[in-house]
């Protein structure tokens, strides 16, 4: 990969899961990043892995290195805004993860800061990139199923024991499934269809000493079509992640994206067939065409994150879009948002 610009400069706020598996990897793979310094307040564990990296003890020292020219804020959702609006002050570019923020006046103020900073804001919904959601946005865009009716996405995993990382398991604003697999279907639900007219959801604790929500299941109303998206903890045997219905056919799909499982083992991004799904993952279209019913199933595209960095690297040396923007990530935080309230009114709320 070549590139034709500035090298950025790039520092991430935690070297957990996020930092190993999600962005250390490409940021050291890409020609217009350098991976330059991580925020450990404990364990040193990052330059053992990336010789040179800096390791700063706090976030305000690291603030103060003025050759760092973008800050990846992963850490628990509950310090997101604190964090970004501290880098966006301190003249960096700024990638949040998700979810965005907990609330809609935390991300509408960091909108606007980064706006008078004159620094971008990018939001990391890097499930855009899967191979499976891929798949599903060519067949809609391909105009094989016509008017869309409704389409249902899931998100579900069979997780009964409590997550070992107590943030995940205290009831700290931000925390729950809602917050940490929510951004990801609702994302994908506005990136096809745009926000909707209103919305109605509702959250459940399902696991055994569970304190945060676990479980949600929200319907999108649009004037022309009906979209839920559901996520559960307790899933064992999942239903299909994508069922999308038109009115001249339907596609179902399943969740099988398989480059988080490859990230989690340490290989290389150099690996023949990145991103491909196994052929069995298919997904099944059965459509009308001229009065005849045609069954096929649809090969999958490759799933790639690196898209999203390459996205971010021209948006910030070339002033591209950002993949996510800001007021991408805002959209999510308000359905979000009318989520809690519609489980709290046990009504629609509208946007």
């Not at 009716?149 to 995993?157: G, L, M, S, T, V």
């Not at 059965?286 to 009065?291: C, H, S, V, Y």
């Not at 994150?305 to 948006?315: I, P, R, S």
Request: proline fraction near 5%.
């Amino acid at each position: 990969m070549n590139i034709d610009g500035p090298i950025i400069n790039t520092a991430l706020c935690s070297f957990g899961m996020s930092g190993l598996v999600f962005h250390a990897p490409f940021l050291s793979a890409h020609p217009g990043f350098n991976l330059y310094a991580v925020w450990e307040r404990t364990n040193k564990v990052a330059s053992t892995i990336y010789p040179g990296i800096l390791s700063f003890d706090s976030f305000d020292k690291l603030l103060e290195d003025t050759t760092i020219d973008l800050v990846i804020v992963n850490t628990p959702n509950h310090t997101h805004y604190d964090l970004a609006k501290k880098a966006l002050m301190a003249g960096k570019h700024v990638l949040v993860e998700k979810a965005f923020t907990v609330t809609v006046t935390e991300a509408e103020d960091l909108v606007r800061i980064s706006y008078e900073q004159q620094k971008l804001l990018a939001v990391f919904h890097n499930r855009m990139f899967d191979s499976d959601f891929k798949t599903v946005k060519q067949v809609i865009s391909s105009g094989l199923l016509g008017n869309i009716i409704e389409a249902e996405f899931h998100f579900d995993r069979y997780k009964p024991e409590l997550s070992p990382k107590i943030h995940k398991e205290q009831p700290l604003p931000g925390s729950g499934l809602l917050h940490d697999l929510g951004p990801h279907l609702i994302d994908q639900a506005l990136y096809l269809f745009g926000l909707p007219a209103s919305v109605y959801g509702f959250t459940r604790i399902v696991r055994p000493g569970s304190r945060v929500n676990d479980y949600f299941d929200v319907t999108l109303f649009y004037n022309d079509k009906t979209v839920r998206l559901r996520s559960s903890l307790m899933v064992k045997e999942p239903l299909a992640a994508y069922s999308v219905h038109g009115n001249k056919g339907s596609f179902i799909k399943t969740r099988a994206d398989i480059q988080e499982d490859v990230l989690k083992t340490g290989k290389s991004l150099e690996i023949s067939g990145w991103g491909i799904e196994p052929s069995s993952a298919e997904g099944t279209l059965n459509r009308i065409e001229n009065g005849n019913t045609i069954i096929s199933r649809v090969p999958s595209l490759p799933g790639n994150y690196m898209d999203y960095y390459t996205g971010l690297y021209n948006a910030i040396a070339h002033e591209k879009p950002l993949p996510v923007s800001a007021s991408d990530g805002l959209n999510v935080i308000k359905v979000i948002a009318a989520v809690i309230q519609s489980n709290h009114l046990h009504q629609a709320i509208l946007l």
